[in-house]
């Protein structure tokens, strides 16, 4: 099993549609999770962190299911500029080596 | 504020010459990481410095990569010999300690081995 899974997609939706991605993690010592995003040839830049309780950031939200090992990132009202590769993010910490395992990503095109 | 900056932006060279790659952490993050993305392909990671030591090695593809840093700060990777499988976009990250720290990335250098 992959440390860290996505679907790789494409998703092409329409502006204005709710687009969800899901993510499964294989360490259950993973402690920490970020979304990143990634245009077309550029770096990964932090999207948000996922927190035990669920968290929302506008039109993101973010969830963690611990248990199944699981993590979810839900966009409303999806809008042209949230066109990008969407990249789940574990942290597994052992001692003082931290180590950020990035899944392949998930592809999201957002359409007129 | 100044954020990662990686030299060169990029970098076009023959097979089997030697090429160095430069990175300029954020001031004040002690954490440092180097990862590896081929065309189309997610993120591979290959090295993490805490300050000037590296507890994890252990995405190094081969002994022709190395990479070190000093006054923890500036970080270079090294690759020796290189491979056509080399090109890349290399991309260096770094944060505060911690492993609930995101990272913040570089433009990153495009490696391209004729």
């Known amino acids: 099993r992959k440390e860290v899974e996505q679907d790789p997609g494409p998703f092409n939706v329409p502006e204005g549609a709710t687009v969800a991605f899901n993510c499964t993690y294989s360490n259950s010592a993973s402690q920490s999770f970020f979304w990143y995003r990634q245009d077309c040839r550029k770096e990964p830049k932090l999207l948000m962190s996922v927190y035990s309780s669920g968290n929302e950031d506008g039109r993101f939200t973010a969830q963690l299911n611990r248990a199944s090992q699981y993590i979810s990132l839900l966009i409303r009202d999806s809008k042209l500029s949230d066109s990008a590769t969407y990249l789940c993010?574990?942290?597994?910490?052992?001692?003082?080596?931290?180590?950020?395992?990035f899944g392949k990503g998930t592809l999201l095109t957002v359409n007129p | 504020g100044a954020g990662v900056s990686q030299s060169p932006s990029n970098k076009v060279t023959e097979k089997g010459k030697d090429v160095e790659l430069r990175c300029d952490p954020i001031s004040g993050h002690t954490a440092l990481y180097w990862y590896r993305q081929r065309l189309g392909q997610g993120l591979e990671f290959l090295i993490y410095?805490?300050?000037?030591?590296?507890?994890?090695k252990s995405g190094l593809p081969s002994d022709r990569f190395s990479a070190e840093r000093t006054g923890e700060s500036v970080s270079t990777l090294t690759i020796q010999r290189t491979q056509q499988e080399d090109s890349a976009v290399y991309l260096c990250?770094?944060?505060?300690?911690?492993?609930?720290?995101?990272?913040?990335f570089g433009d990153g250098t495009r490696l391209s081995i004729l």
């Open positions: 990250a770094s944060s505060f300690p911690g492993g609930n720290q995101p990272q913040h």
């Open positions: 410095f805490q300050g000037n030591s590296a507890p994890d």
């Open positions: 993010v574990v942290n597994y910490s052992g001692g003082s080596n931290y180590k950020l395992t």
